[in-house]
Structure formats: C-alpha cells, structure tokens
C-alpha cells in the first residue's frame, strides 16, 4: 500500500488549499484515511478521519467548521479542503490509512501506513 499527499504550498491568511491523498494498492474497503499533521519540534497531531465503518467523517476541534474530508472512490482518493486558513495551521500534512475504526483512529500509532507530507505555509 501507498499513499502519496499533494497539494500544500504557501497561502494567506483567510485563504484555502485543497490536499490530496492517493492511495493505491487496496480500495477503501475497511480501510480509514486520515489527516495528520506536524510542525518541527512537535509531535504529529490529528486533523480529519473518514472512517470505512461511519458515514460521518470527525475533525479535531481546532480545524471543525473550516475543513473538510472527502473520499473519492472511483479515484481511490482522500481530499482535504482548508478554508479559512490560519497561521496556526502552517505544517507539514500526512495523510495515513488504517483498517482501525473508531475512537482508536485520532492517534498516529493507529495507522501502519503514511505519505510522504506536504508542506502547508499559511502567512499572517
């Protein structure tokens, strides 16, 4: 299994970028799709989870109401779109995958799979 995140870059404050997760060798058939993400000298935190066994995708609280996850089964993809960003949110993103469900999906020890990450610079 691979995963590959594209999609970050440099935006300003207020602004939105799109992230994009391919994963390719396994459908998301029991297969969970996050996001992570990490700033140098801090540990990897949660952003959005779409789980295989729940129709609702969950979102850590500090991204709720300005991001979303979407999965695209046909492209065998996971976005996430940032709207409204912040400075707080410039990080390196990883997208991850797990065939975990449930509450167990919000730590990164969960998932046997990762990207590579993509930079995400928000200026102020």
């Known amino acids: 299994v691979q995963l590959q995140a594209s999609g970050g870059g440099l935006v300003q404050a207020g602004g939105s970028l799109r992230l994009s997760c391919a994963v390719s060798?396994?459908?998301?058939?029991?297969?969970?799709v996050a996001w992570f993400r990490q700033i140098p000298g801090q540990e990897r935190k949660f952003v959005a989870v779409?789980?295989?066994?729940?129709?609702?995708?969950s979102y850590a609280d500090s991204v709720k109401g300005r991001f979303t996850i979407s999965k695209d089964n046909a492209k065998n993809t996971v976005d996430l779109q940032m709207n409204s960003l912040k400075p707080e949110d410039t990080a390196v993103y990883y997208c991850a995958g797990s065939p975990s469900t449930g509450t167990t999906l919000y730590y990164g020890r969960s998932y046997s799979d990762w990207g590579q990450g993509t930079l995400v610079t928000v200026s102020s």
């Open positions: 779409t789980s295989w066994r729940t129709s609702s995708p």
């Open positions: 060798g396994r459908t998301f058939s029991r297969y969970s």
